[in-house]
Structure formats: C-alpha cells, structure tokens
C-alpha cells in the first residue's frame, strides 16, 4: 500500500500561484503512469495533467500554459505547479499513480481561488 504526504493548497485569489506536492512513500519511478485529479462542487473529477513512465506529460486543455507536473524520483515526491489561478479551478485535487496491477489516491488538497 501506498501512501501520501500532500500539500500546498490553501486560498487563493485569482491570478495567483500555488504548488501542490505529493510524497510517496514508495519509489515513484516504478509507476507507469502518474496523476493529478480534481473534483470542484458539483462536478465529475477530472484529469488534470498526466505523467507517463518516460517522462511525457498531458494536460486537459483548460490548464495548459498555466499548469507544469514535475517530479523528484530522490524525494519520491510529484509537484504540480499552478500559475495564473480561476475561480473555475477551485476544487480537490489528488494524486494518484499506477501501475497496471495497482492504483493508489491520495486523500486531496483543497484548493480554493477566491477574492
């Protein structure tokens, strides 16, 4: 079993920036496929951006240029770097990796963008 150690979200106003972390408590390096999640009020969660094994990243259209998905295999740790921040991204946001056999969430990180 996996499991996370997340921050960074809070409150927000719009045009501002937040950085979302998520340490694993295992080698990330071995997931094939690795995650951020959002769910706002009232929505379906979302996939926001994507990480494949080798490194090639995925963003859903409405956070592209504003959204970057990093990783650090030694701290075993995903970041997702949110920049030029809307109301509409208001929302839980998760972590999630996988491999074929196995998926594991993280519990969420509030963001809220607010004036």
């Known amino acids: 079993q996996v499991q996370f150690v997340e921050s960074g979200g809070g409150l927000v106003q719009p045009g501002g920036s937040l950085r979302l972390s998520c340490a694993a408590s295992?080698?990330?390096?071995?997931?094939?496929?690795m995650n951020w999640y959002r769910q706002g009020p009232g929505k379906q969660r979302e996939l926001v951006a994507r990480?494949?094994?080798?490194?090639?990243?995925y963003y859903v259209e409405s956070v592209k240029g504003r959204c970057t998905f990093s990783r650090d295999n030694a701290k075993n740790t995903l970041v997702l770097q949110m920049e030029s921040l809307k109301p509409e991204d208001t929302a839980m946001y998760y972590c999630?990796?996988?491999?074929?056999?196995?998926?594991?969430w993280g519990q969420g990180i509030q963001v809220t963008v607010s004036s």
């Open positions: 999630n990796v996988r491999t074929r056999q196995e998926d594991y």
């Open positions: 295992d080698n990330i390096a071995r997931f094939t496929t």
């Open positions: 990480m494949r094994y080798d490194g090639s990243t």
